[in-house]
């Protein structure tokens, strides 16, 4: 087998990743991106391993660790992504760059509510 065949074709899957997750504003489509990058590095795995002909197969044992740490990746950033999508209605990236839970800003400084800790107790009685 030669090894320019999968090579090549992990830096392709490599560079479809790369471009979803610089180009895309969907947090899943992010994720699924990530997982994309890291599936390629695991073809590079196996086939240098393969092609070394390493008798410890130590190329197939990290892949099935890369494996193992993207499935918990991807567990918990869909938690976050479906928590942050209950919590602000959108998984746009662009549109969560502030994560702080905090009142609505009044460049005015009318209207904000109550400022002090007092009234927001009495507000809430």
Request: net charge negative; glycine share 8%.
């Amino acid at each position: 087998m030669h090894l320019a065949y999968p090579a090549v074709l992990a830096a392709l899957l490599f560079s479809v990743g790369l471009y979803g997750v610089l180009a895309r504003r969907n947090a899943i489509l992010v994720l699924m991106s990530v997982e994309l990058m890291l599936n390629a590095v695991n073809l590079n795995l196996v086939a240098f391993d393969v092609w070394l002909r390493d008798t410890l197969h130590a190329g197939q044992a990290l892949t099935l660790f890369v494996i193992v740490i993207a499935a918990a990746e991807i567990g918990i950033g869909l938690a976050v992504v479906l928590l942050v999508y209950r919590n602000r209605g959108t998984s746009d990236i662009d549109r969560l760059t502030d994560l702080a839970d905090h009142e609505p800003h009044d460049p005015q400084g009318e209207g904000a509510g109550p400022s002090a800790p007092e009234e927001k107790a009495e507000a809430a009685a």
